[in-house]
Nanobody, 124 residues
Framework: QVQLVESGGGLVQTGGSLRLSCAAS????????MGWFRQAPGKEREFVAS????????RYADSVKGRFTISRDNAKNTVYLQMNSLKPEDTAVYYCAFSALTIATTSSVNFRSWGQGTQVTVSS
């Protein structure tokens, strides 16, 4: 079982930036893909970004492509989400997720461990 703890959320103005971090416990972190999802009030959880074990392959939702960057540091068992040019529609609880696969995917069914979430609020 992998334990995930997110940090870095907060309140930011439109156009601002935030960097989310997700620290993972367990020795298998570097063998599997990781991802970020988000859930806005009244909406279903949606895919944001994912990254393969080596960090060489990344996938993004169309809504964040060009603005968000996912990365990982396997030596620190940590995955990051750099969010730039934030918009009010990015407001949501952001969840880090540990995949059951070794490839970067977009479906939540492929992720087996989830963090508690961190709130990101973008004011207009």
């Amino acid at each position: 079982q992998v334990q995930l703890v997110e940090s870095g959320g907060g309140l930011v103005q439109t156009g601002g930036s935030l960097r989310l971090s997700c620290a993972a416990s367990g020795r298998t972190f570097s063998n599997y893909a990781m991802g970020w999802f988000r859930q806005a009030p009244g909406k279903e959880r949606e895919f944001v970004a994912s990254i393969n074990p080596s960090g060489g392959i990344k996938r993004y939702a169309d809504s964040v492509k060009g603005r968000f960057t996912i990365s990982r540091d396997n030596a620190k068992n940590t995955v990051y989400l750099q969010m730039n040019s934030l918009k009010p529609e990015d407001t949501a609880v952001y969840y880090c997720a540990f995949s059951a696969l070794t490839i970067a995917t977009t479906s939540s069914v492929n992720f087996r461990s989830w963090g508690q979430g961190t709130q990101v609020t973008v004011s207009s």
